[in-house]
């Protein structure tokens, strides 16, 4: 793996390459941040930029990126996609690497294949996983596989970036000696600051409720329509519902349209966008973001709302409200079935004056995760393993 045509690489700041599956917009912004913040030169290799569950917003820009990002040509098969990995690490000769994907994915398959040969810096180099927490609203025997197969995996890497908290215990659990850091997903949250909530509310307007993520089943949406059918009963007329997503679970959301004229007037759609901020136009029309997931790794759409002073209703299965909203200052959290959805769409229903309050509470519980706070909790963690590595 070391060229002698590859000019040497400077050793003033240690380079840190995140491997990753999918092309993100949002992990473009962090690593922008990283890379003003001057501890680490960070590279991202994105190895592929197609996914059924993403609009073409996710990668309008893929043609507009800046050097230290490198996208993938369409890779064909193992072999190939080894090949570029390989051909690119070479390149950089990275003294720390980071992989966003384990259990059958192809990145965890290349660093599996290629880990014992990087060696550009007189000690191999450290390669680690940022990870979400698995889904475990999968049946029993998924869910005991997939923590088998984790032990399995992770005995040979180095560290482990730990989305949240439920991710963290998670990993500790299948590796109890291995170095661990909470390093959650960053973005670029300042145009979600920049959304302005007007001062005054009338207080007979309709309250706007917004779902921004995929219709399927682990977000729970067929306990989330039962839910706005009994608010569509108890408070005809007085909210309104924006969706911003797609999938198969919309049959739910469908079917209640055609027996409830209530809810039908109340329901919109908004989920065609054409660049990468297009997708906030929902966050500026809605009040209060509905997040009640049975398996969030993440949900970068919880930062974004509260950015854009939206209170946040979620379960505690989702990990971006674990780690953001504290209960009945910045949002509430319940749980996953319809009667507490609905007692949680009732209180900003029936007491509208707490939007303000709580938006303004969410708003400033964001800026934990803007892409400067993350991106300096990536570049001290991964500085950390580099000094590791050395024997330090």
């Not at 229903?349 to 934990?368: C, T």
């Amino acid at each position: 793996m070391q060229s002698t045509s590859q000019s040497a690489v400077s050793d003033v700041r240690p380079r840190v390459v995140l491997v990753s599956t999918m092309y993100s917009p949002f992990q473009t912004e962090l690593g922008r941040a990283i890379n003003a913040q001057g501890l680490v030169d960070y590279h991202i290799l994105y190895t592929m930029t197609e996914s059924r569950g993403r609009g073409s917003h996710w990668t309008e820009d893929a043609a507009r990126v800046p050097a230290w990002v490198h996208v993938a040509r369409p890779l064909r098969g193992q072999a190939e996609f080894n090949a570029w990995v390989a051909e690119k690490l070479d390149e950089l000769r990275p003294h720390v690497i980071v992989t966003s994907a384990m259990l059958s994915a192809p990145t965890w398959k290349a660093m599996t294949a290629l880990k014992d040969t990087l060696h550009w810096h007189g000690f191999r180099t450290p390669i680690g996983y940022w990870l979400e927490h698995p889904d475990m609203s999968r049946p029993a025997p998924t869910r005991v596989a997939v923590e088998t197969l984790t032990r399995l995996q992770i005995a040979g890497m180095d560290f482990v970036f730990a989305i949240g908290d439920r991710a963290e215990a998670y990993y500790r659990r299948c590796h109890p000696t291995l170095p661990i850091h909470i390093v959650p997903y960053g973005a670029d949250l300042g145009p979600c600051f920049a959304i302005e909530r007007s001062a005054v509310r009338h207080p007979d307007s309709p309250v706007t409720f917004l779902f921004s993520g995929q219709l399927v089943a682990r977000n729970n949406i067929a306990a989330l329509t039962d839910a706005f059918a009994l608010l569509a009963e108890s408070h005809p007329g007085r909210f309104a519902f924006i969706v911003s997503a797609s999938g198969p679970e919309e049959r739910h959301l469908t079917a209640l349209s055609s027996r409830s004229a209530v809810f039908a007037s109340a329901l919109r759609y908004d989920r065609v966008f054409q660049t990468w901020n297009d997708r906030l136009r929902p966050f500026r029309d809605a009040d209060v973001l509905v997040c009640p997931s049975l398996h969030a790794g993440w949900a970068l759409v919880v930062p974004e709302a509260m950015a854009a002073a939206m209170p946040v209703i979620a379960t505690r299965a989702v990990s971006a409200a674990r780690y953001f909203v504290r209960p009945e200052v910045s949002g509430l959290l319940i749980r996953p079935d319809a009667a507490d959805i609905h007692r949680a769409l009732v209180r900003f229903v029936e007491e509208p004056h707490v939007l303000k309050r709580m938006g303004e509470e969410a708003r400033h519980a964001a800026h934990a995760g803007t892409a400067e706070f993350i991106g300096d909790l990536y570049a001290r963690a991964a500085l950390r393993e580099w000094v590791r590595a050395r024997g330090y």
